[in-house]
Each structure stands twice: as C-alpha cells, then as structure tokens.
C-alpha cells in the first residue's frame, strides 16, 4: 500500500560486538520522513547519525526493527535487489568526497551511470549538464587535486544527483570544509531541495557543533525559493512516530533579531571562551628524564650494532625424528642434560603391540629348527623298522613259494600262470623290502640340510623384526643430542609433535659453556671492521654494565637485515655480515636471546684478516 512517507524507521537497535562488551548504538529508533521534506539528523561525533543513515540505506543490517523505504521494506530484499534499488532510487554524499583521482569532474560525476550500463558519451555528457546547473562548467575536465574543498564536494553531489534519484542521503556533507565552503555548500543544497519537483525528500546528518551555521544560511537560501507547504515541509511535524533522541526539528528562521544581535553575540561569546579555553587548556611539557641513561661509546672511532646473546653451540631446535603424540616429558627447562639423556617420549601403544607379535613369530621360527635339528623322533625309528621287518617276512615268504613250485619234477603239475604269479610275488615283496628299508634311512639320517637352512633364515627374519620394531620405538623418545642446557620447553604430555622445522620448537638446548654474542654488522660498515678488533657489549636498559668480548669468527655468509631501523638508506635489501664474539666477562648475569648494543674498535688494526668471501 503506498503512502506519502519516504521513509519509515520502526524500532531500530543496533549493536556492536556481543556480549558484556557490545556497544549498543540505537535503541528503539523510530521515525517517518515525509515525501518532499528536508530532515537533519543533528547530534555530536558518535551519537549513531551515520549508523541510522547506513541502515536507511541497507547499507548496515541492524540487530532487531524495520526499515520502509518508498514502501520497500529494504532487509526483504535480496543483495543485488537492494544494489539495484539504491541505484535507482538513492544519492549519496559522503564527507570525504571520494572522488576518483585519475577521473575528471564530468567523469567521476557519471560513475554511477557507467554503472547503470548507460554508455559513455551520454552519461558525461548528462553529467556535465549537471555539474554546469551546479556552477562547474568551468571545471568539467579538472582533476580532483586542481579543485578546491567546496568545488569536489560540489562534483560529489552532482555524483548523486545526476541520475535523478527520489532520496538523497548526505553523511555531514559540511564537515571536510572551511567555514566558507560549508556555508556555500549548505546553501547549494537547500537550493537544490527547493528546485526539486516531485515528490523528493533529502536527509542530511550533521555535528551538533555545525548546527549554527546551517540555521544561519541554509533555510534562508531556502526560504527565498519559494513559501513553506506541507509537502516540502523543512521539520518533521507530520511525524506519526516519536522522533530519535538526537533527531531534532528545525524551521526557518524568520526573526531578524536572531539573525542580527542574538547570533553574533553568541558567536562572540564562543569566540572569547575558545580564546580563554586555549590559554587555560594549554598542554605544558614536562621534561621527564629516561628510565635508563642511553649507551655511550667506548672507542674514539666505533662500529656499531645490534647483538644477541646465544650459547657457544648456537640455539639447538629440537623436533622428534617421527610424528605423534606427547606421552611423557622427561626435563624442565632450565635442566642440564648429558648427551644422550631422554627429553621427551611418543606414544608406543602401537609399536609395542606389534613388538609382542614379532617375539611370538621368533618364537615360532626358533621351535621349527629345534624340531628339525631334533630328527628322528625314536617312536617313528621303533615303527620304521617294524615295517621293514615284515616287508622282510613276506619277500621270505614269496621267494619259498615260488622255490618249491620251480623244484617240482613235473612240470606239469604247476600251471605256467601259477608260475608266473609266484615269480611276481618274490619281486613284489622285493620291493616293497626296498622302499621301506629306504624310509628307514630317510629317517635316520634326520631333517634335511637345506630345510634346516630355511628354517635358520626364518628365524633370523623374525629377530631382525625384532630389532627393526625396538629401533622405531626408540626413535619415539627424543634425546639430548650434546651435554646441554634446557632454555626452552613447550613440549607437553597430549600434544601433537610433527617433525620437520617448526616455527615454535619443542625443546631449544644450547651448551652451558661461556656465551657468544652475534653482532650484525651493517654492510657499509664492514670494511672498518676487523678480525681480533676489541669489541664492547652493553645490556640493553643499563648501559652502566658491560661485558668484554672477545673476537672468535666472521660467518663467511653475508645475509638479509632483519631488523630494519627505518632510516631512509636502509631499503628492504640492506645486508649484515655477522661476527660472534665471545662473553670473556666473568658471570655476565645474561641470559641467552637477550639484546645488547655492541661497540667495535675501528681504529684497531688486526692482524688476523677476515675470511676473502667476506672482505
């Protein structure tokens, strides 16, 4: 159902954050905008005016209400509906212009119906019509930079009025300018409010503190267009709901004592307060001397730089040899260790189980060549003889049989099969007698070599098994690879522990001898630096301690800076040639990782030359 509001607010909050700490910005808001009207939201810096202004647009979601906007309900709509509602139907004017640099004023004027798929020619040429209705003809083809404050907020509200929009949004459109811009631009736009035909309405946001200059200019510009209606009423009177808390009303002002005594006396007063304010107000400095008085150098000619104190072997980052979880940690830090001595187990559980089923394979392995090694068994001797016994009997028996037939003196007697059969026998029983006399021996001669080899082979698979299982299970345990000081252990029981090079390491070990201190030589002060040149090292917040150093080598490799000062000769290039020198001071009272200033003698010159790739 259409009505004669432009837009209709309903119980508006808006929050920002969650819980205890959310800053609730508007709290039940409600108001209606009549069609044709001028409205200011007045209000000081962060009262909510720009929060409303973005939830009017759809710009912000707000956390519970409604918004109706030219009887749209704007958080109804899809993403692109609202895109496309806005650019259609809304103008916005920013603070800050926000003009394209690289765009003339005709151009960045016609941005938005570029956008609108308007092609190029038409839509300069409509916004330069627009820009020329707004006293810029002059100024079409100018760059930003080569405007003044008034003229680009000028090219911005041409921007939001070229393509003829029905609401136009201004977000302190005043507030980036001078006093005389302001007054132009307010002045501009009550002029364009009041040249509006149809049904228009413009809502404008502005600081409490601007609020005088708008009621002195605006709606006197205003009021010379044309009379006072209800439809472009400048108030919100017609109003059917209760008005913001920072929403106020204002009219035009016709009274010329107001205009004449009444706001110059004001302005007058702020003025000699301002004046007074200034004075009283005045920040006083106060010299507060340092915490700690800065380093001095030592030397009449001196290099400088920046040191941190390390063990002699260099920080040791530990990290397991295989991946898993943390099961037990074995030190603290600040422990001393001996090489070899265990830091930190792995879980086992798997590898354990399986160690158990290659002990029972070994053991399998093991009872098969003492099986093979125990041949022959007595009990299978005892039976193999028995049966080479009874072979023996019947080839007796066969061979008497076939005796007396071939001694009978009739040969007639015995037929030739009967014959025949008697002589199979005898070499039937023979050699039966054979093949078992041949299992006898097969048994007592026992296993045979080659099995007994193959068994032997198992065996000994199943043992390095053994072995292979037991070195994964050491390899869970971590330990001390040299005799060492624990300086750091983020190792815990129940964390993951992946291998490789970590940003964060498990365990850091350095060896408790005396300490070194790595210095980075910047690269145009390495040529005055030289091998055996007597060094100083102050600690950081107490220069009044010092430590002796001594000279011990210059790393070959010259390597990126990584803490840049932030001078301009240093670029992001800039290169460090480190040279380690060692504490020769008894009980520095140091720790390692800690930073020093480090002051070289470089008037010293050393006999011992630095290494030729860094010279």
């Keep these: 159902m259409s009505t004669n509001a432009a837009i209709t607010v309903t119980d508006i909050e808006k929050e920002f954050g969650t819980g205890p700490n959310a800053a609730r910005v508007l709290r039940g808001t409600s108001l209606t905008i009549p069609l044709g009207s001028i409205t200011m939201l007045v209000g000081p810096s962060g009262c909510g005016k720009t929060t409303l202004l973005s939830i009017i647009a759809g710009l912000l979601r707000p956390t519970s209400g409604k918004v109706t906007v030219l009887d749209q309900d704007m958080f109804a709509m899809s993403d692109s509906q609202q895109v496309n509602f806005r650019r259609k139907n809304m103008g916005f004017i920013f603070q ?22 308007l092609n190029r020619k038409a839509a300069v040429n409509q916004a330069s019509q627009t820009l020329t209705a707004l006293g810029l003809q002059s100024k079409l083809d100018s760059l930003p930079r080569t405007l003044s404050g008034g003229q680009q907020q000028r090219v911005a509200v041409a921007r939001a009025l070229v393509h003829e929009p029905r609401i136009v949004l201004c977000d302190e459109p005043t507030a980036a300018l001078d006093s005389k811009s302001g007054r132009a631009v307010m002045e501009m736009m009550a002029a364009i409010a009041s040249a509006m035909t149809g049904p228009y309405s413009l809502l404008l946001t502005i600081a409490e ?38 929403l106020k009303e204002h009219t035009m002002y016709r009274s010329p004592l107001l205009n004449k005594a009444i706001i110059p006396v004001l302005a007058l007063g702020s003025l000699a307060y301002a004046v007074y304010a200034t004075g009283v107000m005045r920040p006083q400095h106060i010299s507060v001397p340092p915490l700690a008085e800065p380093p001095s150098r030592p030397f009449l000619h001196t290099v400088s730089a920046v040191g941190l104190i390390e063990p002699a072997s260099e920080l040791i980052a530990v990290a397991p040899r295989v991946p898993g979880w943390i099961v037990k940690v074995h030190v603290s830090a600040g422990n001393r260790v001996h090489a070899g001595d265990p830091l930190f187990s792995l879980d086992d559980t798997d590898l354990r189980a399986e160690l158990l089923l290659r002990h029972e394979a070994e053991r399998v392995a093991m009872s098969k060549l003492e099986r093979l090694r125990s041949l022959p068994r007595p009990e299978d ?16 028996d066969a061979r008497f049989k076939h005796t007396i037939v071939e001694s009978m003196a009739d040969r007639k007697a015995v037929s030739a099969e009967e014959r025949h059969q008697r002589l199979q026998a005898v070499a039937q029983a023979s050699a039966d007698l054979a093949a078992r ?17 193959v068994a032997e082979s198992e065996l000994a698979l199943a043992r390095a ?41 498990l365990a850091s070990l350095g060896s408790p001898g005396p300490l070194h201190v790595r210095a980075d030589i910047n690269e145009h002060d390495m040529p005055r630096v030289h091998a055996g ?10 220069a009044g301690k010092k430590l002796e150093l001594e000279f011990v080598r210059v790393e070959p490799l010259v390597i990126p800076k990584k803490a840049l000062s932030g001078f301009a000769q240093e670029r992001v290039d800039t290169r460090v040639m480190q040279v380690i020198f060692k504490i020769s001071t008894s009980l520095p009272n140091v720790l390692v990782g800690q930073q020093v200033d480090v002051f070289i003698d470089a008037g010293m010159q050393g006999s011992v030359s630095l290494p030729s790739v860094v010279q």
């Excluded at 212009?97 to 119906?113: F, P």
């Excluded at 006399?437 to 296993?447: E, M």
């Excluded at 299970?473 to 090079?501: K, S």
């Design 96 to 117: 800050q212009y926000n003009l394209l640099a690289s765009l003339s004023a005709a151009e960045n004027a016609a941005v938005g119906l570029l956008a609108a798929g």
């Design 209 to 246: 503190s601007l609020i005088s200059r708008s009621r002195s200019c605006t709606w006197r510009t205003a009021r010379s267009k044309r009379p006072k209606t209800a439809a472009r009423s400048h108030a919100l009177s017609n109003s059917t709901t209760p008005p913001s808390p920072f």
């Design 381 to 396: 001797v005892t039976i193999a003889k028995a049966l080479v016994d009874e072979s023996l009997a019947r080839f007796e």
């Design 437 to 453: 006399q041949g299992d006898l021996n097969k048994l007592l001669a026992g296993a045979w070599k080659q099995d007994i080899i």
């Design 465 to 505: 098994s053994i072995a292979r299982t037991q070195a994964d299970i050491e390899r869970l345990t971590t330990f001390a690879p040299i005799n060492a000081l624990v300086l750091r252990l983020t190792a815990r029981a129940g964390q993951y522990a992946p291998v490789g090079t970590l940003d964060e390491p």
């Design 533 to 542: 040149a007597a060094a100083l090292a102050m600690v950081r917040g107490n």
